[in-house]
């Protein structure tokens, strides 16, 4: 029973630094569309940041909640689940990774051509 109190906590805690990682990401595109001076990729990099952060929490909440009652069916399931949020977890972490040097790529750019990265929006 405690465990699986512990494990609805830190489950909970997941699912708000994800829903977290959702607002953040909808209030900067609100400025982008106001402001017009944040590139969509810092935009992707804070969301995929929260994404990642909140499916650990996931993870770790199914983990616990296996402790409580292992039988085979529930482990298989644990598996499962852990291996899915895994790879989730791997290529969000891979597209983060991705986008941070492209936006270092295109800032080389401006730099080059004199244009500062806060004056123009992608």
């Known amino acids: 029973m405690v465990t699986?109190?512990?494990?609805?906590?830190?489950?909970?805690?997941?699912?708000?630094?994800?829903?977290?990682?959702?607002?953040?990401?909808?209030?900067?595109?609100?400025?982008?569309?106001?402001?017009?001076?944040?590139l969509i990729a810092d935009i992707r990099i804070e969301l995929g940041?929260?994404?990642v952060l909140g499916l650990e929490f996931l993870v770790a909440k199914d983990i616990v909640?296996?402790?409580?009652?292992?039988?085979?069916?529930?482990?298989?399931?644990?598996?499962?689940l852990i291996v899915l949020r895994t790879v989730l977890t791997f290529f969000l972490a891979h597209e983060v990774k991705e986008v941070r040097e492209e936006l270092q790529e295109e800032n080389l750019i401006r730099r080059l051509r004199g244009v500062h990265p806060a004056?123009?929006?992608a």
């Open 49 to 51: 940041h929260y994404l």
């Open 4 to 38: 699986r109190s512990i494990g609805i906590v830190i489950g909970s805690v997941g699912v708000v630094v994800i829903l977290v990682g959702v607002f953040r990401g909808l209030c900067l595109f609100l400025m982008k569309c106001v402001r017009r001076n944040i």
């Open 65 to 80: 909640e296996s402790i409580a009652k292992p039988s085979w069916e529930d482990l298989g399931k644990l598996a499962t």
């Open 119 to 121: 004056k123009k929006g």
